[in-house]
């Protein structure tokens, strides 16, 4: 591993035209276009800056340097949902699974209806996609996508479900093997500083600095904990949809922030295979099966040894056996849209955000469905035992142990987590309560706008980076006028 130099501090005080606060990929294409446009741009980024290649994917060392908390952050609600955060410069583009989806067009076109989102749509998003795919190399895996994928494959066809293997940002130019993730740190964050954009991590944003109906700044901590002003003309905060609504709500902005959380839950279940499952380092296994899509989607997650331990808890007795032969071990997921929404809080003299997620039961219905088709997938994938994600249970070895499984994750015994968060901020209309504009300018102030996935007024279901990436880069442009 290559050594850690001393970060660089940041002065007390900073000053710049535009702010953008966060650095993962609404934050990283903000700064990218308005730099480019000739503006000067201040990013500030709470995490470090750590290179792809400088920790290995999914290790202890990755999580401690780049995710919120070291992991999963517990949420509040009478089912335990916990959901993992990027904290680094790129935010959770250098830690995800770079797994790419275009937005798919009949949501757009929905969000637009239902929300009163002007100038919106498949047809307004479409030249931002074609954008975002040419310069951050969304590409297929090449050749075989890996033993998980290929085994699921076969299992998807023998049940008669259509499966595809997804396209990544991901760039294969001969010069590395297995090539290299294309992270905001690879590809908007240097176009944003080779245009004269300064980047500042280590830098925590508490709250912005109001005067009347305009943001001059913001308050910030360095990592010593001392305090930095930063002045600014404009702000726009990307914190991600947690921290955004964090910030707003610290600084005084409440009127509809916060209150409409959404996410993707999902469970996952640790697959025992009877040969070699695992290769970590062809990263996340790509396939997932699109029968269910946008509803509900099962694919393969990531299966390094801290990642293992994790989805293991279902089997306290031989979890040492099992992790000594990992590679005959899998982690795969159901992921599904929940029609619940949660809420975030600022608590005083808290530095964390209070967040609470209520899954409703038409959710647990639908995950114990999806946790129903992930298992009867892995059985036809030639799975020999499925670990359950309830504790307690046994492990699913057969059809008949399938009813249980179902069952307990629809009692909201099962472990759940959620990677794919959003719509703390919607965008849209005033008539429909959205705090932000059509274009993430916030309503009441004339300088602050927000560009990430808080904007998203719903969940889109698939993988949201390229959505969250061609929204932002179509507001940024509109920024520009
Ligand atoms: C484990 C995991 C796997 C995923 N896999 C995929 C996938 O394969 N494909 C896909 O499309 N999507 C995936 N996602 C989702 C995708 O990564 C996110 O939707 C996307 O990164 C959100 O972008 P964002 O700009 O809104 O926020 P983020 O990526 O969360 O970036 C926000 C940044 O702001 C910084 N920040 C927050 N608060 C402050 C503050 N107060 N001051 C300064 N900086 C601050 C944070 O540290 C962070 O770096 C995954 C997410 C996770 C966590």
């Known amino acids: 591993m290559p050594p850690r130099s001393a970060p660089a501090q940041a002065p007390s005080r900073l000053d710049a035209k535009v702010l953008v606060i966060g650095s993962g990929p609404g934050g990283a294409m903000t700064a990218c276009t308005l730099a480019e446009a000739g503006h000067e741009v201040l990013l500030v980024e709470e995490g470090d800056h750590v290179p792809v290649g400088a920790t290995e994917p999914y290790s ?64 307004v998003l479409a030249r931002h996609i074609e954008a975002i795919e040419r310069e951050a190399s969304v590409s297929p895996f090449p050749g075989s996508p890996g033993i998980a994928s290929e085994r699921l494959a076969a299992g998807a066809a ?8 997804v396209k990544r940002f991901w760039k294969y130019d001969g010069t590395e093997v297995l090539g290299r993730r294309q992270s905001m740190t690879e590809t ?7 245009a004269g954009a300064r980047l500042q991590d280590g830098l925590k944003v508490k709250r912005l600095l109001l005067e009347g ?20 003309d404009r702000v726009i905060v990307c914190g991600g949809a947690v921290q ?40 996340v296994p790509v396939l997932q099966i699109e ?41 795969f997921y159901a992921k599904v849209m929940a029609k619940a929404r949660g ?6 003299l808290v530095d964390e955000a209070f967040v609470s997620f209520r899954l409703g039961k038409s959710d647990l219905a639908l995950l114990g469905l999806a946790a129903e088709r992930l298992a009867t997938l892995l059985l036809a994938s030639g799975a020999r035992a499925i670990i359950s994600p309830v504790p307690g249970m046994p492990a699913v070895r057969s059809l008949n142990d399938i009813p249980a499984l179902r069952a307990g994750v629809e009692a909201g015994k099962a472990q759940v987590t959620a990677i794919h968060l959003h719509s703390t901020v919607p965008m849209g209309s005033e008539q429909k309560g959205c705090p932000a504009d059509a274009f993430g300018k916030l309503r009441g102030l004339e300088n602050v706008w927000v560009n990430d996935a808080s904007l998203l007024p719903d969940t889109p279901g698939i993988n949201p980076q390229g959505t969250i990436l061609a929204i932002a880069r179509r507001n940024a442009e509109r920024m520009l006028g």
């Open 60 to 123: 202890l060392d990755d999580m401690e340097r780049k995710w919120r908390n070291g992991g999963l952050t517990p949420s509040f609600g009478p089912v335990k949902v916990t959901y993992v955060e990027g904290k680094c410069v790129g935010g959770a583009s250098e830690i995800n699974a770079a797994l790419y989806h275009p937005p798919v067009p009949s949501v757009l076109d929905q969000w637009a209806r239902d929300y009163g989102i002007a100038d919106f749509g498949g047809d």
């Open 158 to 165: 023998s049940l008669g479900w259509k499966s595809v293997a």
């Open 188 to 194: 908007y964050i240097p176009r944003a500083r080779a």
């Open 213 to 232: 109906r305009r943001a001059v700044g913001a308050i910030a901590t360095d990592r010593d904990g001392r305090r930095v002003e930063i002045r600014a």
């Open 244 to 283: 955004t609504a964090l910030i707003l709500r610290r600084s005084g902005i409440t009127r509809g922030v916060g209150n409409t959380l959404s996410m993707n839950p999902m469970i996952r279940v640790a697959a025992e295979f009877d040969d070699c499952i695992n290769e970590p380092a062809i990263g």
């Open 291 to 331: 029968a269910f899509k946008p509803e509900m989607t099962l694919g393969c997650s990531n299966g390094t040894l801290a990642h293992l331990a994790l989805w293991l808890v279902g089997a306290p007795e031989n979890r040492e056996q099992l992790l000594a032969e990992w590679w005959r071990l899998g982690v």
């Open 343 to 348: 809420f975030v809080r600022n608590v005083p």
